[in-house]
């Protein structure tokens, strides 16, 4: 079952009077499970794709259906909801909220949609046990290396359970030695059968990945299947 | 769930307004000023109000007073050495207001002899002031009998030599000694205490705007208090004539009566009846040696002074905590751009721009509320220091509390919903991306 549809998906910025299209009529379709990797040069489209994809922003024209549902043309609230319920993000510099200590961190997707204190902060322990945290729960972004802040942010977001996990350049920051354990990381999730969608430069981080996509232009301009 | 929600976000709230502990200080400096001024100027406000009430509680709101006042000089009899000089009310008017006007329910003529000194036995002398008047004082003044009675009507028409002294002066008097039945002596003449009333609140005219009406004029101002005989007794005893020396001259005065207060049945009929009064006394007198105080006039008076004051002070209070909020805005709008990408992130994970609304306003309303406490605290001191140095009667009411805790509150909410709705509209794409 396709986890991720796609079809004629278009994206134009306006700039002044100066009509700017950034992807032109992508289709793609993401099975429930896939491990993809979306490469390209700068200025292909890259971001946009994962913006749209991500719901943070919306099509100037075509369909996307996120599992059931037709998330093309929802206003800002039901977005908002999507992104809280059936999204995760990884960001390329953590996106770590300095305020609040790791446990904080990650149950703020599950504050948003109104889980009860007692069951996600059980749940938020559980994540950062789950990925190598077990002792730091107290501890605040400053205090932890990149790599620890990296595990963070992807024990957000799995906090909602999302239907896809976006990782935008999750090694960007990141020594080899960190970026391999947040790579092995994601490679485990993909074993239990998340769907990753991961935005990279690197050739050998696409590697890990089952698809590689590579944009050119806002268009698809060759795609690879990696033998698992 | 709600609870969680509430406890988060004032949790959030108070770690980044501690993260800037100066700057929120600084900010709530406004309507810290603010609701000091709002909880001073009710408390003095109410304070005035309620010494008013009191006044008037003494004055009775349905009376008029009308006082004996010296007329100005007349060169006229400069050529007489001893010319008696005659004026002031006269027994003639009482009668004459008691005859003639009608819907008055009670005239009393009062005698006020000042400078008298009473004694009891050998005990030291007492300063005090000869009150003469008729039974029915009480009916106008709120006499408070503590001993025996009060002055009769018998007392009157046999001019008995008795007497009702007030608590003070029995006090000062007997010290020990039970004042009943015990014979005063005054001038030489002896009165038998009949009754002990209690000493009327402002009895010695030292509430500020009541004086004029009950000043003891005795230089010395060290008067004990009233020893109340009947009119008729103070008129045989007591001389109507008083020595005054002015400008090297001596002249000879002549008062029947120092004051007739009038009362009648409704608060609506005081003030028609002063200007009927004024015109049927003046008829009576060629010079104007007399003024007619209507205490109602005095509250009105001190309505205005309290009047004044509440704008001087509201005025205060309106523009600190003007100028607080738009403080406050200013911190919060830089507050919000400094945290772009935190709102970028919390967009990301699902938050609604409700949500982010209610974040950023409830910082600003701690922010306000904290102020407004600190306001509360300070503002409740400021009426014991007008108390204490400016002698003004102040009182803090729970309301006044919660008016300015309600006031800071409307303050937080004002200015905080622009940078809140600023902070919520902001485009989660750009936000993220902000360094």
């Not at chain 1, 024209?61 to 992104?83: A, M, P, Q, T």
């Not at chain 2, 509430?207 to 003891?216: E, K, L, Q």
């Not at chain 2, 009929?269 to 205490?295: C, G, N």
Request: aromatic letters at 6%.
């Amino acid at each position: 079952m396709a986890v991720v549809n796609i079809e004629k998906l278009c994206k134009t910025y306006k700039i002044g009077s100066v009509q700017l299209p950034a992807l032109r009529e992508v289709d793609l379709e993401i099975e429930q499970g896939q491990y993809i990797a979306v490469m390209g040069p700068s200025g292909s489209g890259k971001s946009t794709l994962l913006n749209l994809l991500g719901c943070l922003d919306r099509p100037t024209s075509g369909r996307y259906w996120l599992g059931e549902k037709d998330v093309s043309e929802l206003d800002d609230d039901e977005l908002s909801l999507i992104r809280g319920k059936r999204i995760g993000f990884v960001f390329q510099s953590y996106n770590l909220i300095g305020q609040l200590n790791v446990i904080e961190n990650i149950e703020l997707p599950m504050y948003y949609q109104g889980f009860s204190e007692e069951k996600s902060a059980e749940h938020a322990r559980e994540l950062a046990t789950l990925v190598g945290l077990g002792d730091r729960f107290k501890h605040r972004p400053f205090e932890l290396s990149g790599g620890e802040q990296q595990r963070v942010a992807i024990a957000r977001a799995l906090a909602n359970d999302p239907l896809i996990i976006l990782a935008d350049e999750p090694t960007g920051n990141l020594d080899s030695e960190s970026g391999g354990e947040i790579l092995a990381i994601l490679d485990r999730l993909h074993q239990q059968g998340k769907t990753l969608i991961i935005v990279t430069h690197d050739e050998s981080i696409a590697a890990h990945a089952e698809r590689i996509i590579h944009l050119l232009d806002g268009q698809i301009k060759r795609e690879v299947h990696n033998k698992a | 769930m709600l609870l969680f929600r509430l406890k988060n976000t004032v949790k959030l709230g108070v770690k980044s307004l501690w993260m800037h502990r100066l700057r929120s200080t600084l900010t709530m400096l406004g309507i810290i000023f603010g609701v000091c001024s709002v909880i001073a100027m009710l408390a003095i406000g109410e304070g005035a109000s309620q010494e008013a009430q009191e006044v008037i509680a003494q004055l009775g709101s349905t009376n008029l007073i009308i006082e004996t006042v010296k007329p100005p000089e007349k060169q006229t009899d400069t050529g007489k050495v001893e010319a008696v000089h005659k004026y002031g009310l006269t027994y003639a008017d009482a009668e004459s207001i008691h005859n003639t006007i009608p819907d008055i329910q009670v005239v009393v003529p009062i005698r006020e002899i000042d400078q008298q000194e009473a004694r009891y036995l050998n005990h030291p002398k007492v300063a005090i002031r000869i009150v003469g008047t008729i039974p029915w004082y009480t009916e106008i003044s709120p006499v408070q009998l503590i001993r025996g009675r009060f002055l009769s009507s018998i007392d009157l028409h046999h001019q008995q030599s008795v007497c009702v002294v007030d608590e003070e002066v029995a006090r000062k008097l007997f010290t020990f000694d039970d004042p009943m039945d015990k014979d005063v002596r005054i001038q030489g003449n002896y009165y038998r205490v009949v009754g002990v009333v209690g000493a009327p609140a402002l009895a010695h005219g030292q509430s500020g705007f009541g004086n004029d009406t009950a000043a003891p004029t005795n230089p010395s101002g060290a008067v004990a208090g009233n020893i109340y005989v009947p009119l008729t007794t103070a008129k045989v005893r007591f001389s109507e004539l008083a020595a005054s020396f002015s400008g090297g001259s001596q002249s000879i005065e002549r008062v029947e009566l120092q004051k007739i207060i009038v009362k009648v049945d409704l608060a609506e009929q005081v003030l028609p009846m002063r200007d009927i009064l004024d015109a049927s006394l003046a008829r009576l007198h060629d010079k104007s040696d007399f003024r007619i105080v209507v205490p109602l006039e005095l509250l009105r008076q001190a309505a205005r002074t309290r009047r004044i004051f509440s704008i001087v002070l509201g005025s205060i209070a309106a523009i600190s905590l003007l100028v607080g909020g738009i403080g406050i805005m200013n911190i919060m709008l830089a507050t919000v751009s400094e945290r772009t990408r935190e709102i970028g992130i919390r967009r990301a994970l699902g938050a609604r721009k409700r949500d982010i609304i209610v974040q950023f306003l409830s910082e600003t309303l701690l922010l306000t509320l904290t102020g407004g406490i600190l306001g509360i605290i300070l503002g409740s001191l400021i009426p014991f220091l007008v108390t204490y140095f400016g002698r003004m009667p102040t009182v803090i009411t729970a309301s006044s509390l919660v008016l300015a805790f309600g006031i800071s509150a409307l303050v937080g909410i004002t200015f905080g919903l622009y940078p809140a709705y600023r902070a919520a509209n902001m485009d989660p794409i750009e936000s993220l991306r902000h360094e």
